[in-house]
């Protein structure tokens, strides 16, 4: 399994930091809130190193029954990048008679960033080339092994344990994300990665370790923990809200193209400002003019069966093939009152989710959000 602990400039998080330095710092206080994707991607490592270390004959206790996550998918995912690293291992054996293969593999590369650690998940060593092999488990992002930092902060960190022993000259990083058939891989020479280490990487680190450099947005703002109230990325999604326009009451197509380049970043940032507002409030933040109401709630079936059951009994057909009709449709198909004789007890409508709106809503205030809802945030 991951180890548990992790670095203060991690390198997960550097294609943040290197080019945001003091946002490391700006983070360092503020609670990560983990994710069901995460835990669910740590459940897909575990199974991944098992079944490899297993084909390698290494010592593993099969993970499978404390995963908090485990279906067809993983399974099929995990059998596809054992399948990938043992071809891997083939092809080394073409050119190397023993390739050395590490599994979960703890790096270090502190000589380039302060306390830098973390783990790989594969590397292989054959003559002449390292392999660097990094399993991703997300579907939302493709991920892309090119000139990718953290990838890049792996190597120098198996360089660091391989260098000088054996005569390495090439280095191959690769991204292995199976649920969207994402193989990416990337080469680089040893001299060219260290010459990166030496003069990107160290200076850029040494800046966020010290909390000092300058601030920066980009689409690596995505991940930071302080995205929603950090104030340079606050004044550069305001600057298109003073958007010198010209004196013109209709938008030219050049400001049109322009105003379109920002909107993505805009609409993303104008969403996290939403989210963080919303979260605060639900645990109990007062925000001046906005108040916590229920939000739209959609009518649900108690019991399924008991409705296919009710339904068929009465002389329908429930079903719209392979599932039962949904509750508009079923009214529909009955009518009204002929729906609430039959169904009645068995729809009912769930409490809305909290919704930050102004105190000029008709909507009256919640006054139980805190306890009912802060787990869900």
């Known amino acids: 399994m991951p180890p548990e602990q992790h670095a203060f400039l991690s390198a997960s998080s550097s ?23 995460a835990t669910e991607g740590t459940c897909a490592h575990a199974l991944c190193e098992h079944k490899l270390k297993t084909a390698l004959g290494l010592p593993s206790e099969d993970p ?8 067809a998918e993983m399974e099929r995912c995990s059998d596809e990048y054992l399948s990938y690293i043992l071809g891997l291992i083939s092809s080394a054996k073409e050119v190397c008679k023993d ?16 306390e830098g650690f973390g783990t790989g998940d594969c590397l292989i060593v054959s003559d002449g080339t390292l392999y660097v092999i990094d399993f991703k488990y997300g579907k939302g992002v493709e991920v892309s092994a090119d000139r990718n930092t953290q990838m890049m902060c792996y190597a120098l960190g198996a360089l660091n344990l391989f260098d000088g022993i054996y005569d390495i000259d090439t280095v191959c990083m690769v991204i292995f994300q199976p649920r969207i058939g994402n193989i990416s891989p990337y080469t680089v020479s040893r001299e060219e990665l260290l010459a990166w280490g ?77 989210e963080y507002a ?13 108040k916590l109401v229920e939000g739209r709630s959609v009518r649900r079936y108690t019991d399924e069966k008991a409705v296919a059951d009710a339904v068929t009994a009465a002389g329908y057909d429930p079903w719209e093939k392979p ?55």
């Not at 390739?99 to 302060?114: A, G, K, M, N, T």
Request: proline share 6%.
């Open 278 to 290: 919303l979260k605060a409030a639900v645990n109990g933040k007062h925000w001046d003019g906005y």
């Open 99 to 114: 390739p050395i293969v590490l599994v979960e593999q703890q790096l270090d590369f502190s000589r380039y960033v302060p």
């Open 15 to 37: 294609g943040r930091w290197t080019r945001c330095p003091p946002s490391a710092r700006l983070c360092e206080n503020i609670p990560d809130p983990g994710s069901e994707y």
């Open 198 to 274: 030496d003069e990107t990487l160290a200076p850029a680190a040494k800046l966020a370790f010290e909390g000092k450099g300058e601030f920066a947005c980009g689409d690596w703002c995505r991940f930071c923990r302080a995205k929603a109230i950090c104030r340079e990325r606050a004044r550069t999604n305001m600057e298109m809200a003073q958007y010198e326009f010209r004196d013109a009451a209709l938008l030219s197509d050049r400001e049109v193209t322009e105003i379109l380049g920002k909107t993505d970043d805009l609409i993303s940032w104008a969403n996290d400002i939403r």
């Open 323 to 377: 599932k039962i009709l949904s509750i508009t449709a079923m009214s529909g198909k009955l009518g009204q009152k002929r729906f609430n004789e039959i169904l009645g007890d068995l729809v009912y409508k769930p409490p809305g989710k909290p919704t930050l709106v102004p105190d000029s809503d008709k909507r009256p205030a919640m006054t139980n959000a805190t306890d009912d809802f802060k787990e869900e945030f």
């Open 64 to 71: 499978t029954e404390d995963l908090s996550y485990h279906d």
